[in-house]
């Protein structure tokens, strides 16, 4: 008789983990567990973290996989034949599904279904009824879903909370704030990294917006300078940043992150995007935009008289830290 499935155990996944960080093999790691080797392979594929790629956590893995099994036992929405045929004629005349619902209460003894209720029949079992909705949307966020990331996707992660006072107060040379621009015109984005006290702005072009993108091109940027003008990075909360302890070992630099929607953290690197929209406005497709242009923005920016410097610009101030 075949043996029942059984999923893995949270005391399993948590040996998963630790046995392939002492380097043992799926085959082995199956033998110890008492499990097919194919069945610890679906579960690094499923249940691995979705944005940093080789990295498997077990107390995220677990829960990632405990709610798709909720999910896959959800109850069907709207069983009876009658009360389908009566939403779906309403819909087709332009009835939301608030108003169905609504009107179900008044005009129909017995008959009682919220709206989301509804949504969820047609997002899932009648798909074809998507075009008379008043947004006609091909997919749906789940009710209460949010664009935040309950869980922090990115590893080791400071909040710049943390960050020492003297970063805070422009107090010393070093600081650093990275975050890139985007096009809807071009799959090439760019890089753009300031130095907090002088407002010394670098720009690189990269091929695509990605971790190890993002990763080499700090890593070119910054190697150039000496140690005491590389000691820390304030990023955003984006996906191209997850490989940020790999930008740590190679430059000596630390970390540190802003909190969601809170752009105003790293202002200046917000505001110095904002300057760079002057020259390469929205829908710029920045493959096509040579580096030589991209310098003279940059020297455009970098010899730009400040008042909060004083009037002088952030050449001249960054050219001075790095000689002291």
């Known amino acids: 008789m075949p043996r029942r499935y059984r999923h893995l ?42 944005v940093y790629r080789g990295c498997y956590w077990p107390h995220r893995a677990h829960t990632r996989a405990d709610r798709r099994n909720r999910r896959t036992h959800r109850r069907r929405r709207l069983k009876s034949d009658a009360l389908r045929r009566f939403v779906e ?15 179900l209460r008044t005009s129909r003894r017995g008959w009682r279904i919220s709206y989301e209720a509804i949504y969820q029949w047609i997002y899932r079992e009648a798909r074809h009824l998507i075009p008379f909705l008043a947004r006609s949307h091909r997919k749906r966020l789940e009710r209460g879903h949010s664009r935040k990331h309950t869980q922090s996707h990115i590893p080791e992660r400071v909040s710049i909370t943390r960050r020492p006072a003297v970063v805070a107060r422009r107090l010393q040379a070093g600081h650093w704030e990275a975050d890139t621009v985007v096009s809807r015109r071009s799959l090439a984005a760019l890089q753009v990294v300031v130095e907090r006290k002088a407002r010394f702005t670098k720009i690189k072009r990269l091929s695509r917006r990605s971790a190890a993108a993002m990763r080499a091109g700090l890593n070119r940027t910054l190697a150039r300078f000496p140690q005491r003008i590389r000691r820390s990075i304030n990023y955003d909360n984006g996906t191209v940043n997850v490989e940020h302890q790999r930008v740590n070992q190679h430059l000596g630099t630390l970390s540190f992150f802003s909190e969601p929607h809170h752009p105003w953290e790293k202002g200046t690197v917000e505001n110095t995007i904002g300057l760079i929209r002057r020259f ?16 003279r923005i940059e020297q455009r920016l970098n010899h730009r008289p400040r008042k909060c410097l004083g009037f002088k610009t952030p050449s001249e101030v960054f050219r001075a830290e790095c000689c002291t």
């Open 9 to 50: 155990s949270e005391e399993e996944r948590d040996k998963l983990a630790i046995y392939r960080a002492q380097g043992w093999s799926l085959r082995a790691i199956a033998r110890k567990l008492g499990r097919d080797p194919a069945t610890l392979s679906r579960e690094l594929k499923r249940n691995a973290a979705p």
């Open 89 to 103: 004629v309403r819909l087709r005349i332009g009835w939301s599904p608030e108003l169905i619902a609504g009107r």
């Open 280 to 295: 390469l406005p929205k829908k710029t497709d920045f493959a096509k935009v040579h580096r030589t242009e991209l310098r």
